[in-house]
Nanobody
Framework: QVQLVESGGGSVQAGGSLRLSCAAS????????MGWFRQAPGKDREGDAS???????RYTDAVKGRFTISKDNAKNTLDLQMNSLKPEDTAMYYC?????????????????WGQGTQVTVSS
């Protein structure tokens, strides 16, 4: 099992930046792929970015060039640097992890979730 706790959400004006962090604890953290997902009111949860256990990264087109995902294996933390934020980025953001060894190439690969942190971007 793995426990995930997000922090760093808040309110920002359009064009601003926020950095989300996720503290992971439990077994085999460094063998898991991890990712950031968002869920806006009335919408399905969708993935923004992920990083495989081998360090490979994936981004959706909506955030590519604006968001950067990074993982510190020594500290067991996952970060998401969000720049050039837009009002449509407003959502609850969740940190997620896979079972050990999974490459996290599919949203269904992510089985462990944090409680979420709210990001609000005003125009």
């Amino acid at each position: 099992q793995v426990q995930l706790v997000e922090s760093g959400g808040g309110s920002v004006q359009a064009g601003g930046s926020l950095r989300l962090s996720c503290a992971a604890s439990g077994k085999f953290v460094n063998s898991r792929s991890m990712g950031w997902f968002r869920q806006a009111p009335g919408k399905d949860r969708e993935g923004d970015a992920s990083i495989g256990w081998n360090g490979s990264t994936r981004y959706t087109d909506a955030v590519k060039g604006r968001f950067t995902i990074s993982k510190d294996n020594a500290k067991n933390t996952l970060d998401l640097q969000m720049n050039s934020l837009k009002p449509e980025d407003t959502a609850m953001y969740y940190c997620a992890a896979t079972w050990p060894g999974s490459d996290g190439s599919r949203p269904a690969d992510f089985s462990f979730w944090g409680q979420g942190t709210q990001v609000t971007v005003s125009s």
